[in-house]
């Protein structure tokens, strides 16, 4: 056993890294990969994503695997936001970890840059908070169970015209794929609800200096502000908006970017009022959801977000495609996620024809007060 453990660790050392890992992984164990973005400033959604789906993995390997016994065993590759690294990410976990699906990546603009060279490959890709219109369109290997912003924002925006709003300023980071087009969801869905757009401005996403925009802004009185961008930036014109004297008067929302406990922990009070449209909300009464909050918080120590939620989902659903496809086999679990369905967590669960959730019935409007979420009134 000594000599046998010897000549594998000496060839491994000829061979390279990782080559005793996948001996030892060989045949019980189903390989998965997921990438998502766990340094940097966009972490808070891929850390809630890890562990999301890491939860739902222990629970389907205590409960006996897939295939008749087999473990999933999940690689997490860290794409730290950028698109090479995501793509990488993914060449290493087809090419060494053989996987049979990648759940991910976090961001619409890795997602975009990822998916040609996957669907190529012919391995699944199921994204659990790609928002952008269009990204499943790349091709029949990818999937999403976010729901699109187009499903999700004109909700948000019809409370705040029920609240009296008649006009609207955008205001959006134009050098970031989510964020453009969480953008251009506004604008049409400002546009078919007739609520009067009278001021659009753009800023990149590592600005902290808005007060031009907000000044400009500011002077037009819009009865709202729609920000579309990630969570640093959102909170950041969010800050500064409140510095420059915009109080309870002005409505703001938010696309999936701000739908996150960050945006309370950056901007406190300043983020008071903000609404979002949403598909999953904690106190969301279903026995899934309750069995899902106390497993979370028994396992980290805290509530989980709406990332965390659709990740969970996520990794039981593909559980349910690997089991119906009875191999672990990418192609095969390709069309078995055609027809898979689930009641989890964020409600009933299935993918269209276009690979987008199915339904988008349980989208809900949430209103953060006190860095905390809740049902907007
Ligand atoms: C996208 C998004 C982001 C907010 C995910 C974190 O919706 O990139 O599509």
Redesign the pocket.
């Known amino acids: 056993m000594k000599r046998r453990s010897f000549t594998l660790m000496a060839a491994a050392s000829v061979l390279g890294v990782g080559v005793l890992p996948r001996i030892s992984l060989a045949a019980d164990t189903i390989p998965v990969g997921s990438i998502e973005?766990l340094t940097g400033p966009?972490s808070p959604?891929?850390i809630a994503?890890r562990d999301g789906e890491t939860l739902a993995l222990e629970e389907i390997n205590a409960a006996g695997g897939v295939l008749g016994g087999k473990k999933i065993a999940l690689t997490v590759e860290d794409s730290a936001a950028n698109k090479d690294q995501a793509i990488n990410a993914a060449r290493k976990l087809i090419g060494r970890d053989k996987v049979v699906a990648i759940i991910g990546p976090?961001?619409?603009?890795?997602?975009f840059a990822l998916a040609p060279m996957t669907n190529q490959r012919k391995v699944p890709v199921i994204?659990t908070?790609?928002?952008?219109i269009g990204?499943t369109d790349i091709g029949p290997f990818c999937f999403r169970t976010?729901l699109p912003?187009a499903d999700v924002i004109p909700a948000a925006l019809r409370k705040a015209m029920a609240r009296g709003a008649k006009t609207i300023a955008l205001l959006y980071a134009n050098d970031?794929?989510?964020?453009k087009?969480?953008y251009d969801q506004m604008k049409v869905a400002a546009e078919t609800a007739g609520l009067k757009i009278i001021d659009i401005e753009t800023f990149a996403t590592k600005d902290t200096d808005f007060s031009a925009q907000l000044t400009k802004v500011k002077g037009l009185k819009p009865d709202a502000i729609g920000i579309a961008a990630?969570?640093e930036p959102t909170a950041g014109v969010l800050l500064q908006a409140r510095q420059l004297g915009f109080g309870a008067e002005t409505q703001f929302l938010g696309?999936?970017?701000?739908?996150?406990p960050r945006l309370g922990e950056i901007a406190g009070a300043a983020a008071d009022g903000i609404m979002v449209g949403s598909p999953w909300f904690i106190a969301k009464d279903t026995p899934q959801n309750k069995a899902f909050i106390a497993a979370f918080n028994r396992k980290y120590g805290k509530n989980p977000d709406q990332?965390a939620a659709q990740a969970y989902d996520t990794m039981h659903l593909l559980a349910r495609a690997i089991d119906k496809a009875g191999a672990a086999d990418p192609l095969k679990i390709r069309d078995a996620l055609m027809q898979v369905k689930q009641d989890g967590v964020m409600g009933p669960l299935s993918f269209n024809a276009k690979r987008d959730p199915a339904s988008a019935e349980g989208v809900l409007v949430l209103e953060m007060h006190a860095g905390k979420f809740s049902i907007a009134p």
Request: proline letters at 0%.
């Open positions: 973005v966009v959604y891929g994503i976090t961001l619409s603009a890795e997602y994204g908070s790609i928002t952008s990204a976010s912003e970031d794929l989510f964020s087009s969480s990630l969570v696309g999936n970017g701000a739908n996150s990332f």
